[in-house]
């Protein structure tokens, strides 16, 4: 049923029709909605879970890896500060492979202190061994979620499904919210094979000494790479009964024939579609959104940039020293490309920097003048900032 | 509490499973099992064969608290030691679900599994383990949540009074003037500047149902303690006192022996506390000079220095925070000890006499 929402609200109704047996989580803006409605679902008798309002972060993420290795379907959401609480444990579950489904809204990472909207959170934990989808609009969110689980369920790897905090979380949007039984269709019970039972006792997280540990890790980064076709699959098969899709590893928009390409990641794929068909010439330009950044789809992403000379890469994230993070990635993985294009990164949009809609023609401007960088935080006002700092 | 017919089904079920009688029926003479620990009467829910050190406190503590906990169990254990000896992958000791994820959220994920249980109807307890660093520190937070939230946990920590598992470092645990590598004594310093933490008390701040003190030089003690635990439904914490013999200082075979000094000096009191109030103790005939107890242990060794003022300072120190045990607990008694009943159900420990 097609409904206005606010996207924290939508999410929390997705997380319901997922049947989850144990939720747990810890207050943090942007993520607080989420939670907040979900205790309202519960309370209301709308959601039969058991909600545990943990103490900590990182107690939430520990709660979720006790329960679903019990055998419960769990939830859990959180944000910058949160996540970055939470990492020990996100490590943890990946390595124990242990499937879960984690929403991150997605905030900056103080310090200064900031509660608005960047990737430095879910990006700090791209090494985890979690699963990331990005969702450019709150029905993705919504989607991407019930997705997530299947996913995660099929392939025993947690899913972090990352969505811009306040831009999405916070925006109210028309969202087709899934019927109940076409998602328990989709979506069958949770059945995990390494849960502990007394009946079939097993040790689960042991020591594992040099002597095991590279074939541990050679695997756990297979399972993650095995993973890609299962996450198109999920994609279609959502397809199949729903009717519409998130593109599955990455999704295109514009000219086929493009020589330019903008690759983003998030609420920002929105912004630089509207940007675009405001836009007075948009022949040989086209936009990417990478959906699924972890495991990294390559083979995808070089198909989808053949023919391209410029790639500019957005990205709402860096590395300081370094530059970008997923410009960075790219430019590895075009490494091996026979025509690479030229790879242009910016981080925009940091600390919920407003990212307006001439972004897209400020962009394609500074390509045209040749005054894009290599790598740039390219919003940034260099005068308001003393000379040696700039 | 007379367990209820499904109860009694299940633990025949797992018993059946796993191949181990629970005494009433006696091996076949004709047919004699080719493992000896095949005949043994009782559960084990930590198996022998691991690789804990000669005289572990610990390891021994584990066992008497798996065994009288029964085998519908599951465990979350914190790191440390006793995660360590037990799983060297592919091996483990465990004859109950067992998960391990980190030093300082047993108690959190103890949580998670409850959660999981309870969602799915079912009355397996749930037991966290911790060594003294895990639960006295790092993981303290987590517990403290656990306990406020009521989950049907028993939380057992093993309390050997310093990170062991790294190399013998100073905890929130570790008793005051005691040598660790952290807190060596020398010309400045002699051995650990605080007191150790009275996590007890803190514990039953919470106001939990049960909570108790036991020591590994009275099995009879664990048992009763973790049976007890067992029957509740809520939060529940014991602290079992556990020497470790690389960390102290002493022979492995003395473990028992010293860990009895430890109560009987009252620098370790036995307690039992019920809502945030004291309601038994176990009492002490004749204190024990604690000079006795820290003369048998090389960490206390500095403490015996001849013509060192600050040595006999800080043995007057430790005797004087044993008779304050002795004092607020109310531990001196001279009556006559109560029977002790617990050899009559020993034959069919873990099966269903529990």
């Known amino acids: 049923m097609r409904q206005a929402l606010e996207g924290s609200l939508a999410v929390a109704k997705a997380v319901a029709l997922c049947r989850p047996g144990v939720v747990a989580a810890y207050p943090i803006t942007p993520q607080t909605h989420i939670v907040e409605n979900i205790s309202k679902l519960v309370a209301d008798g709308d959601l039969e879970t058991e909600l545990v309002s943990v103490e900590s972060e990182f107690s939430a993420a520990s709660v979720v890896l006790g329960a679903a290795a019990a055998g419960s379907r769990a939830y859990t959401a959180s944000s910058s500060q949160g996540i970055m ?3 020990e444990v996100l490590f943890n579950i990946a390595g124990l492979r242990v499937p879960m489904v984690l929403t991150c809204a997605n905030r900056a990472i103080g310090a200064p202190l900031n509660i ?20 450019a609009d709150n029905q993705e969110a919504v989607d991407s979620l019930i997705q997530a689980y299947r996913i995660s369920e099929r392939t025993e790897l947690p899913v972090m499904v990352c969505m811009d905090g306040f831009i999405l979380t916070h925006t109210l949007e028309v969202i087709d919210i899934p019927e109940q039984d076409k998602v328990d269709r989709y979506l069958p019970p949770f059945a995990f094979d390494r849960r502990l039972d007394p009946s079939d006792p097993i040790s689960l997280g042991a020591l594992v000494t040099p002597e095991f540990f590279s074939e541990v890790k050679h695997s756990q980064h297979a399972a993650m790479q095995k993973a890609l076709p299962d996450i198109v699959d ?3 098969e959502f397809k199949k009964l729903f009717g519409r899709d ?4 990455l999704a295109e928009h514009g000219d086929e024939e493009a020589t330019v390409a903008i690759l983003t990641l998030g609420s920002i794929y929105g912004t630089l579609r509207a940007g675009m068909e405001a836009h007075k010439s948009r022949k040989k330009v086209k936009l990417i959104h990478l959906r699924c950044f972890r495991p990294f789809p390559e083979e995808v992403l070089m198909a989808a940039l053949d023919g391209v000379k410029d790639l500019i890469v957005v ?23 026979r025509k690479p294009p030229r790879v242009h990164n910016v981080a925009i949009g940091l600390g919920g920097r407003d990212v307006p809609l001439d972004m897209f023609s400020r962009l394609l401007e500074a390509l045209k003048n040749g005054s894009i960088a290599e790598f740039s935080v390219f919003d940034a006002d260099l005068s308001r900032l003393p000379e040696e700092d700039r | 509490m007379a367990p209820n017919a499904s109860k009694i089904e299940r633990l025949k079920e797992l018993r059946d499973k796993h191949g181990r009688t629970d005494g009433s029926v006696l091996p076949d003479p004709a047919d004699p099992p080719k493992d000896l620990r095949q005949a043994q ?10 690789r804990a050190c000669q005289g572990c406190g610990e390891a021994l503590a584990a066992r ?4 009288a906990a029964g085998p519908d169990v599951m465990i979350s254990n914190a790191t440390g030691c006793l995660e360590v000896f037990t799983t060297p992958w592919p091996q483990s000791a465990w004859r109950v679900p067992w998960i391990h994820s980190l030093f300082e959220n047993a108690a959190a994920v103890a949580s998670g599994m409850e959660a999981a249980l309870k969602a799915q109807g079912k009355s397996t307890k749930v037991l966290a383990f911790g060594g003294d660093g895990g639960t006295f520190d790092i993981g303290f937070q987590a517990l403290s949540g656990m306990l406020e939230r009521e989950h049907n946990v028993l939380y057992v920590c093993f309390d050997n009074e310093a990170y062991m598992n790294t190399g013998i470092q100073r905890s929130g645990s570790t008793p005051h003037a005691a040598r660790t590598t952290t807190s060596p004594p020398g010309k400045a310093r002699m051995g650990k500047r605080h007191l150790k933490k009275d996590l007890l008390s803190i514990i039953s701040a919470h106001h939990i149902p049960y909570g108790a003190s036991t020591s590994v030089a009275y099995p009879a003690d664990i048992r009763r303690k973790v049976r007890r635990a067992m029957e509740i439904q809520g939060p529940t914490f014991l602290l079992v006192h556990s020497p470790c013999p690389l960390g102290w200082g002493h022979d492995g075979a003395l473990t028992i022996e010293i860990a009895r000094l430890a109560v009987q000096s009252g620098l370790f009191p036995l307690v039992e506390m019920e809502r945030g109030e004291v309601t038994d103790v176990m009492p002490i005939r004749k204190p024990v000079p604690v000079a006795n107890y820290l003369k048998a242990q090389q960490r206390f060794r500095h403490l015996f220095a001849p013509d060192d003022p ?12 044993a008779d304050y045990n002795i004092e607020i607990y109310g531990l001196y008694s001279e009556e006559a000890d109560p029977l002790d009943t617990d050899g009559a159900d020993t034959v069919r420990r873990g099966g269903l006499a529990n």
């Open chain 1, 85 to 87: 609480l939470m990492a």
């Open chain 1, 116 to 135: 608005w909207n960047d990737q430095s959170d879910s990006m700090a934990m791209r090494d985890s061994g979690w699963i990331q989808l990005y969702c």
């Open chain 1, 234 to 236: 999920a994609d279609k």
């Open chain 1, 246 to 249: 998130c593109g599955g590893l």
């Open chain 1, 315 to 337: 990205e709402r994230a860096l590395s300081p020293g370094l530059g970008g993070i997923v410009g960075t990635e790219i430019r590895a993985v075009l490494s091996t490309a």
């Open chain 2, 41 to 50: 009467p009782r559960f084990r829910g930590l198996e022998a064969g691991h």
């Open chain 2, 64 to 67: 008497l608290v798996t065994e």
């Open chain 2, 310 to 321: 600050r040595a006999l300072q800080e043995r007057e120190h430790l005797q004087a925070l």
